[in-house]
């Protein structure tokens, strides 16, 4: 069994901090569960282009506000407290921050290793880790 409290990732190696957000990546590809599970804070006022081409995610907005547009169609989308919304299609996006810090839960297949970083094109790679027994 695995036990965490999310207080045991702030400040360490598994927070990861971008100028937009910062996710607390509560498990990751060593924890053997075959998906990673983050809790994410994005920024007011920010936007980010994302594009994950190697991973499916899905994502349930907790509190705050913003906004996802898909840049294939432009439409745009309102998140809030109750929201889910899943990456089923590698769909490229743009995700806004709105007024308040947004609060995420995401859940991400295959799972992250907790190195990856957006590329250009708003890409993570596709990393791989053996999960510790």
């Not at 901090?17 to 920024?43: C, P, Q, Y």
């Not at 708003?122 to 510790?132: D, F, I, M, N, R």
């Amino acid at each position: 069994m695995i036990v965490k409290h999310i207080d045991d990732i702030t400040g360490t190696a598994d927070e990861i901090r971008a100028d937009n957000w910062v996710s607390k990546r509560v498990l990751l590809g060593k924890d053997g569960m075959g998906f990673s599970f983050h809790e994410t804070t994005i920024f007011p006022g920010t936007e980010t282009h994302i594009h994950y081409q190697n991973h499916l995610e899905a994502v349930w907005c907790i509190e705050g506000d913003g906004e996802i547009e898909t840049i294939a169609d432009g439409r745009k989308y309102a998140l809030g407290p109750g929201v889910v919304y899943a990456l089923d299609q590698h769909d490229e996006h743009w995700l806004r921050g709105g007024k308040q810090p947004l609060r995420v839960i995401c859940v991400f297949n295959p799972p992250l290793t907790g190195r990856e970083t957006h590329d250009a094109q708003g890409v993570y790679p596709l990393l791989t880790e053996e999960a510790s027994s």
